[in-house]
């Protein structure tokens, strides 16, 4: 029995009036109710067959393995990845599209010929096809290996054919499955950094694990691709076992390989030689008939990207912090830049940069500080003296280099020792850049010159501070002239202090011996050439 509506029950609401409306015929209204009108179907993709659905669960699992795998060892994810696709292409099922059916090796050509990202989020399954340590390594190859014409007039052109045809298949096969023929440009190379520095399978030990292939790679082309001979069989020995071996016995070997500089002649009749700094870059000089050289790096660097000058966010997102393994792959990218460059060539955020400086400060994470002031002076400095090289922009940001105040600022607000050794690290950066009238500086200055709290550092800390206060009184004539030419007139240029001056050398004879917290042993020499962690050092690391 149909329940009969209440008189109370109101008849005109926006609910009644809506049915009514989508009502045009009148045998559906009955007693004042209204029907409730037959939807048009949608338009779309038709519903898909329990073999299609299962095919589907079967890509996302396969998918969401692959993840995984890129946490596995390095010596695990090969069999991993492989055990993976083989699963899911028994798995799948006529609802895959076409590209999907292609065999893997055919996948991951197409990918390495396009390079384009959105590739791997197109399907499930075409992301766990190029989610392999082959094509890992590949794209980390193509990222960092230069391959452009030479540069200068340094090496030979090219003599015997069969050198250079063998140099040319040796490369090309370090690069497989990618095209060797298929070369990328500097600003294809510079995109495919950026891409996958952001990429999580990208890490500091997946790119270890290239450096000496990487290195390899350049030897081919810039020794034995241009027909350099060497002439003792002993040298030439010793650097046909080194080409020839590969993986983490290359680590191994190496290191004893090359303890003095491998001589040869070029095809054109000049002497040349050539000296290797391990995972790091080769050097090839020419003594004859004109002297000239060129160091190419072991990778070259085109992009920094900001998780390495800002920091990453802690567990809350509320603070930024630096990861130990972060700033192991910031000191790699110095040791790979060479720090005669024009400063042109590598693109990275200076707000980023100099968000990370705080950071640092405010944490006193003085390993982060050394590193960023470390390439804020490199590059910053290079760009307002060098014009960029031809084909890149120029990123030259001012008329002379300089620090943010705010810095120096900052960094006395910290607890001693923390605070003299943050400005300090920001004095030997640029100490032009430090404010002369602040009243909180000042004010620091004094207490410092009368500071009594621990025995030890007391007499420095306070001929620190008197130091200090007399620099700020000369502070303005400084500025002038270091901004004029700071090569000779600044306080620290490139981190290495000026002791033809009058206040260089009050610091080297009344600071410098004296603080405890850091050695000032090397004061006499740019500060660019220490590292806190060098690569050379990981040739016992087996790594595969």
């Not at 004010?443 to 620099?471: C, K, P, R, T």
């Amino acid at each position: 029995m149909t329940p009969s509506l209440s008189s109370n029950t109101p008849t005109n609401t926006q609910k009644s009036q809506l049915q009514r409306q989508d009502s045009d015929d009148p045998k559906e209204a009955c007693n004042g109710l209204t029907a409730t009108k037959k939807r048009k179907r949608l338009s779309g993709r038709p519903l898909l067959s329990f073999a299609q659905l299962k095919s589907r669960k079967a890509a996302r699992e396969a998918a969401s393995r692959s993840k995984n795998a890129w946490k596995f060892p390095p010596q695990q994810t090969e069999a991993s990845t492989a055990s993976i696709l083989k699963t899911t292409q028994s798995k799948r099922r006529n609802g895959s599209s076409a590209l999907e059916q292609l065999p893997i090796e055919l996948l991951e050509r197409i990918f390495l010929y396009a390079l384009e990202t959105n590739f791997c989020r197109a399907s499930p399954f075409l992301a766990s096809a190029v989610s392999s340590e082959r094509i890992y390594r590949t794209l980390i190859r193509l990222a960092f290996f230069k391959d452009t014409e030479h540069e200068g007039n340094c090496l030979p052109v090219p003599g015997r054919r069969q050198r250079v045809k063998t140099a040319r298949e040796r490369i090309a096969e370090a690069l497989k499955p990618a095209d060797y023929n298929m070369r990328l440009d500097e600003t294809d190379r510079a995109n495919l950094q950026a891409t996958i520095l952001r990429c999580r399978w990208c890490t500091k030990k997946r790119i270890l694990v290239q450096l000496p292939v990487l290195t390899q790679m350049n030897i081919w082309k810039h020794w034995v691709g241009t027909g350099i001979e060497i002439s003792d069989p002993v040298g030439q020995t010793t650097l046909d076992d080194f080409l020839s071996v590969r993986g983490h016995e290359t680590l191994r070997t190496f290191p004893t390989a090359y303890t003095s500089p491998l001589e040869g002649t070029g095809p054109d009749g000049s002497t040349y030689s050539m000296s290797i700094k391990p995972l790091r870059w080769i050097n090839i000089f020419r003594w004859t008939p004109k002297r000239a050289s060129i160091c190419p790096r072991a990778m070259n660097i085109r992009i920094i990207p900001d998780y390495l000058l800002r920091g990453r966010r802690t567990g809350d997102g509320k603070e930024w912090c630096f990861a130990e393994e972060d700033l192991d792959l910031l000191e790699l990218f110095r040791q790979q830049y060479d720090w005669c460059g024009t400063g042109h060539d590598v693109s990275f955020s200076r707000n980023a940069l100099q968000s990370g400086i705080q950071t640092a400060i405010t944490s006193q994470n003085m390993r982060a500080l050394t590193s960023l002031l470390k390439v804020d002076e490199l590059f910053f400095r290079q760009r307002s003296t060098h014009d960029p090289p031809p084909g890149y922009a120029n990123q030259h940001t001012g008329q002379y280099y300089a620090i943010p105040e705010d810095h120096f600022l900052q960094a006395i607000r910290l607890p001693m020792p923390e605070a003299m050794h943050s400005f300090i690290l920001l004095l030997r950066c640029n100490a032009e850049s430090m404010p002369p009238d602040s009243s909180e500086l000042t004010q620091w200055a004094m207490e410092l010159s009368s500071y009594h709290e621990n025995n030890e550092i007391d007499e420095a800390v306070q001929l620190f501070g008197e130091w200090l206060l007399d620099f700020m009184i000369e502070l303005p004539g400084y500025i002038d002239e270091a901004r004029q030419v700071p090569r000779e007139k600044a306080l620290f240029y490139h981190g290495e202090l000026n002791t033809q001056s009058r206040m260089g050398k009050r610091f080297r004879d009344e600071v410098c011996d004296r603080l405890p917290f850091t050695s000032w042993d090397n004061y006499h020499q740019p500060w660019f050439f220490e590292y806190s962690y060098d690569v050379s050092t990981s040739w016992s690391t087996d790594i595969q």
